[in-house]
T-cell receptor
């Protein structure tokens, strides 16, 4: 079964400092990896994804993430945090193809609350 | 920019009652999903739907749940006999066909079962 671990419930960072939100995954075969952000009382908003190719992917709002196959990680990063980045961040994984060949569900992590301090 | 919409935003119901949660996916999307998020917990997959049939469902999606795409635009989740533990945010999502495309989520329906 596929799974996602986000080891930190909350990450605090000062405005202007770089931020990292950690994610590791477990899946059979090659993964599709996603980051979503959730603002209060809102749905999940897509940030970026890794499918194949360059291990460093860039997404919305200046976020980027690095895929590391050997460490099965997909950490979310931003060089300079903004107060408006404060939100709940979800990492998600989907197998490239399920063992049965069918459509594979997306599994989400438990989420990490990012607090950017002015 | 096209969005997934959901109605109602908040539904309060009594235990044992049936509820229908409605979603309008993005118009050119072909894959549809329902997720739920119990307060303070992670987003959990319920069901995926493609070509007018369920393509995958989780162990949460038992016989009290059903989904339907009645008219080519709406995508509904029905809970036949609600329980207290069904109280959660329910998110609809959709995506285009093809490999690796991301899902777009609606704003959610908060279901409160009393």
């Amino acid at each position: 079964a596929q799974s996602v671990a986000q080891p930190e419930d909350q990450v605090n960072v000062a405005e202007g400092n770089p931020l990292t939100v950690k994610c590791t995954y477990s899946v059979s075969g090659n993964p599709y990896l996603f980051w979503y952000v959730q603002y209060p009382n809102r749905g999940l908003q897509f940030l970026l994804k890794y499918i194949t190719g360059d291990n460093l992917v860039k997404g919305s709002y200046g976020f980027e993430a690095e895929f590391n196959k050997s460490q099965t990680s997909f950490h979310l990063k931003k060089p300079s945090a903004l107060v408006s980045d404060s939100a709940l961040y979800f990492c998600a994984v989907r197998a490239l193809q399920s063992i049965s060949g069918g459509y594979q569900k997306v599994t989400f992590g438990i989420g990490t609350k990012l607090q950017v301090i002015p | 920019e096209p969005e997934v919409t959901q109605t109602p935003s908040h539904q309060v119901t009594q235990m044992g009652q049936e509820v229908i949660l409605r979603c309008v996916p993005i118009s050119n999307h072909l894959y549809f999903y329902w997720y739920r998020q119990i307060l303070g917990q992670k987003v959990e997959f319920l069901v995926s739907f493609y070509n007018n049939e369920i393509s995958e469902k989780s162990e949460i999606f038992d016989d009290q749940f059903s989904v339907e795409r009645p008219d080519g635009s709406n995508f509904t989740l029905k809970i036949r006999s609600t329980k207290l533990e069904d109280s959660a945010m329910y998110f609809c999502a959709s995506r285009v066909a093809g490999v690796g495309y991301e899902q777009y989520f609606g704003p959610g329906t908060r279901l409160t079962v009393t």
